[in-house]
């Protein structure tokens, strides 16, 4: 698998999937969330409803993934998962791994060849971003899958920058 960094929009990825940084609730929010809601457009809301009412009526589990259409987006799939809120006193560092791992099953399931992640957690969940950076890398390069082009894509200069430091070889 080849795996890049893209200093950038999410939701101008022109990927097989997209992967959101969903709260539980996958009725939209802020950061990655919220903007994948805005420009996917309403169809991804109305699935995300649908998929509410059906098997997650408490909420996505924190480390869980679904699918969903990626609307109006360049994308063909949204996968939401939810990671964990960062704590400096307990180690949750399973959890956010498991957001790569299953984003990357419900991936294999449909088919998916390309897909790319935001920073899981390493927003407004406090994750430290070089320690979000390592655990995805890791577990995305662990993980055995189907997809092919694996893209990490990061909204800020420091993001970036941690990614690019966990990517380089040593």
Same mark, same amino acid.
């Given at each position: 698998?080849?795996?890049?960094?893209?200093?950038?929009?999410?939701?101008?990825?022109?990927?097989?999937?997209?992967?959101?940084?969903?709260?539980?609730?996958?009725?939209?929010?802020?950061?990655?969330?919220?903007?994948?809601?805005?420009?996917?457009?309403?169809?991804?809301?109305?699935?995300?409803?649908?998929?509410?009412?059906?098997?997650?009526?408490?909420?996505?589990?924190?480390?869980?993934?679904?699918?969903?259409?990626?609307?109006?987006?360049?994308?063909?799939?949204?996968?939401? *998962?939810?990671?964990?809120?960062?704590?400096?006193?307990?180690?949750?560092?399973?959890?956010?791994?498991?957001?790569?791992?299953?984003?990357?099953?419900?991936?294999?399931?449909?088919?998916?060849?390309?897909?790319?992640?935001?920073?899981?957690?390493?927003?407004?969940?406090?994750?430290?971003?070089?320690?979000?950076?390592?655990?995805?890398?890791?577990?995305?390069?662990? *993980?055995?899958?189907?997809? *092919?082009?694996?893209?990490?894509?990061?909204?800020?200069?420091?993001?970036?920058?941690?990614?690019?430091?966990?990517?380089?070889?040593?």
């Amino acid at each position: 698998m080849e795996i890049t960094l893209i200093l950038g929009d999410i939701t101008e990825q022109d990927v097989d999937a997209v992967v959101n940084a969903a709260n539980s609730s996958l009725l939209g929010g802020g950061g990655v969330d919220g903007a994948i809601h805005r420009r996917g457009g309403p169809e991804i809301l109305d699935e995300c409803r649908k998929l509410r009412a059906a098997q997650y009526g408490g909420g996505l589990p924190v480390g869980q993934a679904v699918a969903t259409t990626a609307g109006r987006l360049p994308a063909r799939w949204v996968i939401h *998962t939810v990671g964990p809120v960062y704590s400096s006193s307990e180690d949750r560092s399973d959890r956010l791994a498991s957001c790569y791992r299953e984003s990357l099953r419900v991936a294999d399931q449909l088919g998916v060849t390309s897909i790319a992640f935001p920073a899981v957690s390493a927003g407004i969940y406090g994750w430290p971003m070089r320690d979000a950076a390592r655990i995805a890398v890791e577990t995305v390069r662990a *993980t055995s899958t189907q997809v *092919t082009d694996a893209r990490f894509v990061l909204f800020t200069d420091d993001a970036y920058a941690a990614f690019q430091e966990t990517l380089a070889p040593r």
